[in-house]
């Protein structure tokens, strides 16, 4: 079932609920302790902002959305959980907020992504392969994106987002032949 962005109108707070219930699902699918720390310290915040009684009515519109799904345990409690629809409305409100981080020193290793869609996902192929470089990210070749700085949560994202796993790999490179041309490019040198 397809979001029609013209149907669904998610107002702030469900937003917010949705982006909460987002991190539970960052949770359980990073292993950086940094990571952790991260997205525990932002949940607060988003709690603090948002009253019990407008939480309901906002719990509600999504249910009714299809955006959140509602599971009962044995013992009575009621979870809440992101449907699939959900997880798409989330990833595509924050598809665009995506940025590279650039780190005050170089460690010497360059990011690669190296990717192989099939011509049957052209046009996935074609959107993924504009956002690397929206990003920051400077071809290679064509299916070859590099970047100097750790950028793996980001590109996690952006692929789970495009639904492209299966054709895309990464790679840690030591050296490239034309080193230098990219150290001009990031301002290493």
């Known amino acids: 079932m397809k979001i029609e962005e013209k149907r669904l109108k998610v107002g702030i707070l469900g937003r917010q609920i949705l982006i909460l219930l987002m991190a539970g699902v960052a949770l359980g699918l990073t292993s ?6 991260w997205i525990l310290k932002s949940v607060p915040k988003e709690l603090k902002k ?9 719990i509600k519109r999504l ?3 299809k955006l959140i799904d509602f599971k ?7 979870i809440i959980t992101l449907s699939e629809n959900g997880k ?15 780190q005050n020193k170089w460690d010497g290793y360059w990011r690669a992504i190296i990717f192989d869609i099939p011509e049957k996902l ?12 929206e990003i920051g990210m400077v071809p290679l070749q064509k299916s070859v994106f590099v970047y100097p700085f750790e950028c793996r949560d980001e590109l996690e994202f952006i ?13 840690l490179l030591k050296e490239i032949d034309n080193e230098l041309h ?3 490019i990031f301002d290493l040198i």
């Open 32 to 37: 950086s302790y940094k990571k952790h720390r």
């Open 50 to 58: 948002v009253k019990l009684k407008l939480i309901n009515r906002a």
């Open 63 to 65: 249910y009714q959305s």
């Open 72 to 78: 009962e345990t044995p013992d009575g409690e009621t």
């Open 88 to 102: 798409k409305y989330v990833l595509k409100y924050k598809i665009d907020e995506i940025k590279l981080r650039r």
């Open 122 to 133: 052209k046009k996935e192929r074609d959107v993924f392969a504009k956002k690397l470089k």
């Open 159 to 171: 692929i789970e987002y495009f639904n492209l796993r299966p054709y895309i790999r990464f790679g």
């Open 182 to 184: 990219l150290k001009k």
